[in-house]
């Protein structure tokens, strides 16, 4: 059974940095993609940053130059992070792992947001505010 299980909620002041943590277990697949998404207050969830098993990756407008997205493999245990510097107030969002098989990052990119990846995580409440 494939879990995904995020790291606790955060809050950061505007200028400042934060890493996002999503250990995945049970996953057999070598082909595979796994992703940020995230979710504001009254908006639609959005991709943010993905990472294939060649370690290919693609990131949003608002993430390019900010944010960083990689991956680690330990024991069969994936684990994916990503590393948010100079947040800002808009940043401010739920934050939601998922990892899908057999796409490329770009593929899983351009997956339906909501439902575009296989597995996903309980998500990760992050708050920008001075």
Same mark, same amino acid.
């Given at each position: 059974?494939?879990? @995904?299980?995020?790291?606790?909620?955060?809050?950061?002041?505007?200028?400042?940095?934060?890493? @996002?943590?999503?250990?995945?277990?049970?996953? +057999?697949?070598? +082909?595979?993609?796994?992703?940020?998404?995230?979710? $504001?207050?009254?908006?639609?969830?959005?991709?943010? !940053?993905?990472?294939?098993?060649?370690?290919? #990756? +693609?990131?949003? %407008?608002? $993430?390019?130059?900010?944010? #960083?997205v990689s991956q680690d493999n330990a024991e069969?245990?994936l684990y994916l992070y @990503?590393?948010?510097?100079?947040?800002?107030?808009?940043? #401010? $969002?739920?934050?939601?792992?998922?990892?899908? !098989?057999?796409?490329? !990052?770009?593929? !899983?990119?351009?997956?339906?947001?909501?439902?575009?990846? %296989?597995?996903?995580?309980?998500? #990760?409440?992050? +708050?920008?505010? $001075?």
């Amino acid at each position: 059974q494939v879990h @995904l299980v995020q790291s606790g909620g955060v809050s950061v002041q505007p200028g400042g940095s934060q890493q @996002l943590t999503c250990r995945v277990s049970g996953y +057999t697949y070598k +082909t595979y993609s796994m992703g940020w998404l995230r979710q $504001a207050p009254g908006k639609e969830r959005e991709g943010v !940053a993905f990472i294939d098993n060649k370690g290919l #990756t +693609t990131y949003s %407008d608002s $993430a390019k130059g900010r944010f #960083t997205v990689s991956q680690d493999n330990a024991e069969n245990i994936l684990y994916l992070y @990503l590393q948010m510097n100079n947040l800002k107030p808009e940043d #401010t $969002a739920m934050y939601y792992c998922g990892i899908v !098989a057999g796409v490329t !990052a770009i593929q !899983a990119r351009d997956r339906d947001p909501d439902y575009g990846m %296989d597995h996903w995580g309980n998500g #990760t409440l992050v +708050t920008i505010s $001075a």
